[in-house]
Each structure stands twice: as structure tokens, then as C-alpha cells.
């Protein structure tokens, strides 16, 4: 079993969602008491998928976050680099056109998706600022980014209470539910390091995104940045 370090080796992490994938979705839902599903919702409405609208969903996994979007009649295409991961969607879901692709080096062309989103998948990547650039890139002018990502909550009494779950509750729960938990180890601590609100803002705003802001979810567990392509 592999348990990825905080330098995000891509081999490492690539191989260590492998080893979750056939109960990632299951172990998700337990750990979050049920809140993943409220926030893909949510995820779901700022994105705001149109019929024949093309959608890049990027780190999606099992293909489950790609779902709503298809429901809207718009061509989602789900991409992530574990294929163990891909295998699981591709079983479950084998009309969806799954790809393998790096977030650092995206597997298409310019000017291509009208929406590019990404869900509790950024701080998995090695490079964050390249991968803000090539979703930019991968993105037609006009075009919108969301991104979903667990963040900190906004107030400190709950922060200390967060932070005490990730690094105490969290991993026994993991033992019990997941066949890695070793890996939900790794992912407590990367929630931890992982930038601010407003510091995740001013990347993507160094990535070329105009327009951008956030909204959080659940008190700042999980924060929504937009941000647009100018035209």
C-alpha cells in the first residue's frame, strides 16, 4: 500500500488512489458525514453546465462528480491520472468518455471547454500554479473555472475542533472503512498545508483567471473559487 508525501510525488499519489478506488466513494461519504453530496451540489450549480456545453471535470476520480453534469445534456469529459481510479468509472459508468491526463500537462488543446472544474483534487497535484495555468489554457476565452477544495474554517474556536477530527477521528474511521487508511493520513495533512481562502484567490489570479472569488461551505471546511477567462 502506498502513502503519499506532502512533496506529492505524482507516481506516489497516482498509486496511492489506486489503492482506493474501489471503496473511495463509500469512504468519502462516511468521512464527511454525508456532506460530499451537498457540496457537489454545489459545485453543480456555480458550474452551470448548458446543453452541448463542453465540460472538462479534472481529477474526477470515479467519474461520480462528472454525473451531474451530464444530467444537463452537456459533454463532460472526466479526467484524472489514477487508473485505478479510471478503471472503477469506466465499469460504473462506461458511457462516459473517462481520459487519463496530468493536471500539469493536460491532454488537449486550447480554447477547448467551456467550464473547467475541479473537486478536492488541487492539492493532490505537485505543481498548483501550473495546473491553474493549464486549466486557463485548456479553456475557451469566455469560459469559467470552479474549483471545490477543503480550506479553513473561517471561525477559530471550530478550527481547533476541525483540525482535532482530521489528525485524530479521522484515520481510525479511515482503518475501518477504507482498504489504504494510510492514504487518508496523507490527505488530513495535505487539508492542513493547503493555502488559504484568499491565498488560493491570488493564484489563480497570478494563473491569468479575471473575476475571481470564493464562497465557503460548512464554516470554510470546503471553500468554491470561480474565476473566468476574459474573452
Keep these: 500500500m502506498t502513502r503519499a508525501s506532502l512533496d506529492k510525488q505524482p507516481h506516489e499519489v497516482a ?3 489506486d489503492d482506493v478506488a474501489e471503496r473511495y466513494d ?5 468521512l464527511s458525514l454525508g456532506q460530499d453530496r451537498a457540496w457537489r451540489k454545489e459545485v453543480a450549480k456555480a458550474v452551470d453546465a448548458r446543453p452541448a456545453q463542453k465540460i472538462l471535470d479534472l481529477a474526477a476520480g470515479t467519474a461520480t462528480s462528472s454525473l451531474p453534469f451530464a444530467r444537463t445534456g452537456a459533454y463532460v469529459v472526466p479526467c484524472d491520472f489514477s487508473l485505478g481510479m479510471l478503471r472503477v468509472g469506466k465499469r460504473n459508468h462506461p458511457w462516459l468518455p473517462l ?8 491532454p488537449f488543446k486550447d480554447d477547448t471547454f467551456d467550464a473547467v472544474t475541479i473537486s478536492f483534487g488541487l492539492r493532490n497535484v505537485q505543481d498548483t500554479d501550473t495546473a491553474l495555468r493549464e486549466l486557463y489554457r485548456v479553456t475557451r476565452p469566455g469560459g469559467r473555472v470552479v474549483i471545490c477544495e477543503f480550506s479553513h474554517p473561517t471561525w477559530a474556536p471550530f478550527r481547533t475542533v476541525y483540525t482535532e477530527y ?12 477504507s482498504s489504504n487508511p494510510d492514504a487518508y493520513v496523507y490527505l488530513a495533512e495535505s487539508i492542513r498545508a493547503w493555502p488559504t481562502q484568499p491565498e488560493l484567490a491570488q493564484r489563480l489570479i497570478g494563473a491569468g483567471w479575471s473575476k475571481v472569488a470564493w464562497r465557503n461551505l460548512t464554516g470554510g471546511i470546503v471553500a468554491l473559487h470561480r474565476g473566468y477567462k476574459q474573452a
Aim: aromatic share 4%.
Design 166 to 177: 482530521l489528525m485524530r477521528a479521522l484515520p481510525p474511521v479511515a482503518r475501518a472503512a
Design 15 to 17: 498509486s496511492m488512489f
Design 99 to 106: 481520459t487519463a491526463g496530468d493536471a500539469t500537462k493536460l
Design 26 to 30: 463509500l469512504t468519502n461519504d462516511l
